[in-house]
């Protein structure tokens, strides 16, 4: 299965800022999804990040809170915009993968607290 | 559209019980679906899935689920919990886009 490897682990931010998040992938993969994961709660899908084209957002989420880059099989950022302590959250980045392996691996997530 | 649900916000065992935890689904065809744990501070790990065949799955940490269409169900088991079973765990169906939709989770607690 693909190893992720996602940057920060953690971060506390200052509201109205901006914070980058990063997603690297061991090996080349078609699917590539981004999670929110508020205190206390589940999962939820913001959007699929597209390889050489604009994300997939879900209802709720919109690309200028959520701006999402994925420039090629292996790497994808998620910026969380204009933040504030709303958006206190764990963020996820996720795979999927097909074939003998297919699943869904996920990396350990970005803490992130808006202050 | 896919579902997927989780009665139990939160379950109570003694070290040594066995343990069920419920997830129902809904889903037109045959589901994949998944259980996933997370430790606190943790990322998700992946416990087992089921796709189709036998509908006992055997996943890591001496957990087992059960999966029964006429229920729509896919219970998740442990004969024996350890200390360290004390988690986060989420049920999880991939819906028609390909994209895992997760339950709300079920938060074990384990009595010494």
């Known amino acids: 299965s693909a190893v992720i490897s996602q940057k920060p682990s953690r971060d506390i931010c200052q509201r109205g800022t901006s914070l980058t998040i990063q997603c690297q992938v061991d090996s080349q993969v078609t699917m590539m999804f981004w999670y929110r994961q508020q205190p206390g709660q589940s999962l939820t899908l913001i959007a699929t990040?597209?390889?050489?084209?604009?994300?997939?957002?879900e209802s709720g989420f919109v690309i200028d809170k959520f701006p999402i880059s994925r420039p090629n099989l292996t790497f994808s950022t998620l910026t969380v915009s204009n933040m504030s302590p709303e958006d206190s959250s764990i963020y996820l980045c996720s795979v999927g993968l097909s074939g003998i392996n297919y699943g869904y691996t996920f990396g350990s997530g970005t803490r992130l607290t808006v202050v | 559209a896919q579902s997927v649900t989780q009665p139990d916000i939160h379950i109570t065992v003694s070290e040594g019980a066995s343990l069920e935890l419920r997830c129902n689904y809904s889903?037109?065809?045959?589901?994949?679906l998944f259980w996933y744990v997370q430790s606190p501070g943790q990322g998700l790990q992946l416990l087992l899935k089921?796709?189709?065949?036998?509908?006992l799955v055997q996943g890591i940490k001496g957990f087992e689920a059960e999966f029964k269409r006429s229920q729509s169900s896919f219970n998740l088991r442990k004969p024996s919990v350890h200390w360290s079973d004390a988690a986060e765990y989420f049920c999880a169906v991939v819906n028609r886009d390909d994209k895992i939709i997760f339950g709300k989770g079920t938060r074990l607690h384990i009595l010494p």
């Open positions: 990040a597209n390889q050489g084209s604009e994300a997939t957002y």
């Open positions: 089921y796709f189709s065949g036998d509908t």
């Open positions: 889903y037109g065809a045959t589901p994949y």
